[in-house]
C-alpha cells in the first residue's frame, strides 16, 4: 500500500507557482517637491566662506583685518621688581593689565587706561607681596584678550 503524495515534506511552494506571478515595474523615481531655502548663517563670527578661501576674495572677514592689540614683547622675563611691555594699537582703545595666578584668580591690576593708537612701551612695577613662581600676563584691549607667562623672581 504505497501512496504517492505531491505534498512537499517542508511545506514549501514549489517554483514554477512562482512564473504566473506579475511584478510591477517603476518608471521613474519619485521627486520631493519642496521649497527649502539654503543655509546661511546670521552671524560670520570667525566664518571664512569656502569659495572665497579657494579664490583669494579680498573681501573675507579675516581676523588680522579687525586685530586692535598687538603685543611685540614683554620683558625682561623672569621678572624681579619692574616689566616692560611693547605693544601695538591699530586704534585708541582702553588697554587692561593684569597678572593672574596659575589658577586664573587675578592677583594684582597693574594698569586701566586709555591710550592712543600707535607703537607704546609700558613699564609697570611688580609688587613686594607677589611671592616668587610662574605667573600669566593678562593684556586686554577691548574684546580682545592676549596672556603671556611670566616667572617672577
Known amino acids: 500500500m504505497s501512496v504517492l503524495c505531491s505534498v512537499s515534506v517542508f511545506g514549501q511552494k514549489s517554483d514554477s507557482l512562482s512564473v504566473g506571478i506579475r511584478s510591477k ?5 519619485p521627486q520631493i517637491k519642496a521649497n527649502i531655502p539654503t543655509y ?3 552671524f560670520s563670527v570667525g566664518y571664512i566662506p569656502y569659495n572665497d578661501l ?10 588680522k583685518q579687525d586685530k586692535i592689540l598687538s ?28 597678572i593672574m595666578d596659575l589658577l586664573g584668580n587675578e592677583i594684582v591690576t597693574l594698569a586701566n587706561e586709555r591710550i592712543p ?3 607704546q ?32 623672581l
Open 25 to 29: 515595474k517603476i518608471n521613474k523615481t
Open 40 to 42: 546661511k548663517p546670521k
Open 54 to 63: 579657494v579664490s583669494g576674495n579680498k573681501n573675507a572677514n579675516s581676523p
Open 71 to 98: 603685543v611685540l614683547k614683554v620683558y625682561p622675563n623672569p621678572v624681579d621688581d619692574q616689566i616692560n611691555i611693547i605693544l601695538r594699537m591699530d586704534r585708541e582703545s582702553n588697554l587692561s593689565v593684569k
Open 117 to 119: 593708537a600707535g607703537e
Open 121 to 152: 612701551t609700558k613699564s609697570y612695577t611688580i609688587p613686594n607681596r607677589l611671592n616668587s613662581g610662574i605667573y600669566f600676563l593678562k593684556i586686554m584691549s577691548g574684546s580682545e584678550t592676549i596672556v603671556k607667562r611670566i616667572s617672577v
